[in-house]
Nanobody
Framework: QVQLVESGGGLVQAGGSLRLSCTAS????????VCWYRQAPGGQRELVAT???????TYGDSVKGRFTISRDSAKNMVYLQMNSLKPEDTGVYYC??????????????WGQGTQVTVSS
């Protein structure tokens, strides 16, 4: 089976920076597209950023110019660099990836989430 684990969350003051990591492990043949989502307290899950297998990125309007998604395919890792953080960025951040397993089947996988709290 495939597992995704997020890390790097924590408490940071407004204007600060944080880098989240998503590490995939298991019977992986290839990681295709990857997304970061977040969910604010009492809010809906929101798409934050995406990156394709070719490195093409997209961002939600609320984070454009502040967040950067990247990947290191050799390490099966994806990152989310968050700069100029605002209190409204607070929430649980989730990694989602489409993974082709060594069996050559392809499925979507979710991490457990990591908490990001931005204080004012």
């Amino acid at each position: 089976q495939v597992q995704l684990v997020e890390s790097g969350g924590g408490l940071v003051q407004a204007g600060g920076s944080l880098r989240l990591s998503c590490t995939a492990s298991g019977s992986i043949f290839r990681i295709n597209g990857v997304c970061w989502y977040r969910q604010a307290p009492g809010g809906q899950r929101e798409l934050v950023a995406t990156i394709t297998s070719g490195g093409i990125t997209t961002y939600g309007d609320s984070v454009k110019g502040r967040f950067t998604i990247s990947r290191d395919s050799a390490k099966n890792m994806v990152y989310l660099q968050m700069n100029s953080l605002k209190p409204e960025d607070t929430g649980v951040y989730y990694c989602n990836a489409e993974v082709t397993r060594t069996s050559l089947s392809t499925q979507q996988y979710w991490g457990q989430g990591t908490q990001v709290t931005v204080s004012s």
